[in-house]
């Protein structure tokens, strides 16, 4: 989120921000009264978070070993130049097993945040997928031995902190 975005959010706007990230289900009526507002008012906040972009959509978090994703694994991808950025990125929306990418700073270009269901899968998609993509020079895989923390709440108390 730009800063620029940040600045212009009320307080109301933050309190609607944490009620929907932590119960996305929550109907415009329940957030009306968590808000102390009218359920159309409530419901226009909504609207316009959305429109801002503020708010990129709603989805079911679904647990990944329930449906079979046993491996998570983090694969850094190191580009030969730049110039191939462009393709490398169109290519890594297409993999559907790649959850994640982040342009990072030090040794490696990007780093993929990756949910397959078996070694065999993840075998398949860095040696027959990424490394196949052009302009990839190597990768390097960490997997997950287990997940303490993974959470899609981000840290909005601290963020209205900043505008005082």
């Known amino acids: 989120m730009s800063l620029i975005k940040i600045m212009s959010l009320d307080e109301i706007d933050f309190k609607v921000l944490q009620h929907l990230m932590a119960e996305g289900r929550l109907t415009w009526s329940e957030l009306a009264h968590r808000l102390e507002l009218s359920t159309p008012a409530a419901g226009d906040r909504v609207r316009r978070l959305q429109e801002r972009q503020i708010i990129r959509g709603f989805a079911a978090l679904v647990d990944p070993v ?21 393709d490398f990125l ?40 990424l490394k196949r993509i052009p302009g990839v020079l190597k ?7 287990s997940t303490v923390k993974e959470t899609p709440i981000l840290p909005i108390e601290k963020l209205g902190d900043f505008q005082k």
Do not use: M, W
Request: proline share 1%; glycine share 2%.
């Open 66 to 86: 329930a449906i079979g994703c046993h491996i998570t694994a983090f694969v850094a991808i190191s580009l030969e130049h730049p110039r191939y950025r462009a």
């Open 139 to 145: 990768t390097r895989t960490t997997i997950a031995l």
């Open 90 to 129: 169109q290519n890594i929306h297409d993999l559907t097993e790649i959850q994640e990418c982040h342009h990072v700073t030090g040794d490696d270009d990007y780093l993929l945040k990756v949910r397959c269901q078996t070694t065999q899968a993840l075998e398949h998609l860095i040696s027959e997928e």
